[in-house]
């Protein structure tokens, strides 16, 4: 895992799993919007080889 800047990480996934193991694996909550390829995806979507994520925390507003 690299650091891009103090909020964001690059992460290479080397095996099979599921976003919801993804957030695992980097001890985030389930409270994320992950995008693979600019596409939201559900937690039990497998990510794609060589596809490119992004996690972002969910935000409210008013």
């Known amino acids: 895992m690299s650091t891009i800047d103090s909020k964001a990480k690059q992460v ?4 099979r799993k599921t976003v ?3 957030l695992q694996e980097l001890d985030l909550s389930v409270d994320h919007v992950v995008l693979m ?4 995806m559900s937690l039990d979507e497998v990510i794609e080889e ?4 992004v996690v972002l925390p969910l ?3 008013g």
Do not use: F, Q
């Not at 060589?50 to 994520?53: G, I, Q």
């Open 12 to 15: 290479t996934v080397t095996e």
């Open 20 to 22: 919801r193991e993804l």
């Open 37 to 40: 390829n600019g596409k939201k």
């Open 50 to 53: 060589n596809a490119v994520v």
């Open 59 to 61: 935000i409210a507003g």
